[in-house]
Nanobody
Framework: QVQLVESGGGLVQAGGSLRLSCAAS????????MGWFRQAPGKEREFVAAISWNSGTTYYADSVKGRFTISRTNAKNTVYLQMNSLKPEDTAVYYC?????????????????WGQGTQVTVSS
């Protein structure tokens, strides 16, 4: 079993920054690609960012490109999402997810394990 625990969410004003963390534990190792997704009220879950096992490949949704940065520290089994220049439309519950293969993917159905989510609220 794999556990993913997100942290770092909160309330921030537009233009501000937050850094989300996702700590993985259990039957997981650094060979897994990881991703971040988000779901706003009344909307479907959407892809935000993904990173391969060795950080060699990253993907971003167009809506966050240039503002968000995904990274990971394999020694700590932790993945991060640095969010800068936040906008009210970034308000959502953010989820991290683990893919059972090393290559990054933007497809949510390919992620096997999911965290419980952390709320990010951006006020205007």
């Amino acid at each position: 079993q794999v556990q993913l625990v997100e942290s770092g969410g909160g309330l921030v004003q537009a233009g501000g920054s937050l850094r989300l963390s996702c700590a993985a534990s259990g039957r997981i190792d650094s060979s897994y690609a990881m991703g971040w997704f988000r779901q706003a009220p009344g909307k479907e879950r959407e892809f935000v960012a993904a990173i391969s096992w060795n950080s060699g490949t990253t993907y971003y949704a167009d809506s966050v490109k240039g503002r968000f940065t995904i990274s990971r520290t394999n020694a700590k089994n932790t993945v991060y999402l640095q969010m800068n220049s936040l906008k009210p439309e970034d308000t959502a519950v953010y989820y991290c997810a683990a893919h059972l293969f090393p290559t990054a993917t933007i497809q949510s159905f390919q992620y096997r394990y999911w965290g419980q989510g952390t709320q990010v609220t951006v006020s205007s």
